[in-house]
């Protein structure tokens, strides 16, 4: 035996819709507003009936596949782009294309970290209250690699503590 209609429209607002059980429970059955625990109950006992968790889960994949593209669909489909706009002198679009593009191979338009290196000599100077305000910093221990090198970010100090 297949779902009610009121079971069947439940599942599409819930997997459709995106609305919570709740909510697709009101708009699907005939409640009292004033019973919310009751509403609670009821879609909880619907979404764990088989028949209906299997038609929203099959709902719901329904529209995933209709929906997912891979990066390779993508990519391809943005080098369709490319050529069509450069064929039709609509330079902007192609431009926009390869910005896309760009961003979908790795982001070559963001600008590379800035290394800076040397001995800091400043922590020998520094009071007991600002070594320990560095202590309560650190949030985890910081890695060194094969270089020698770490990446760090910084914070001002309170100047005053001393």
Known sequence: MGL????????KLVALDGLNPSEAYRQAYDTNPKLQSSIHEQSSKLMSNDKVATRIKELSEAVTSKLVWNKAEIMNQLAINVEAS???NQFAASNRSLELLGKAVGNVFEADTVAVSGTVSVIHSLSDAQ???????????VAVDATGSI???YKLLDPEAS
């Open 4 to 11: 009610t209609t009121k079971q069947e429209l439940f599942s």
């Open 86 to 88: 450069r064929e039709a």
């Open 131 to 141: 070594l320990d305000q560095l202590v309560a910093l650190a949030s985890e221990p």
């Open 151 to 153: 990446e760090a970010s």
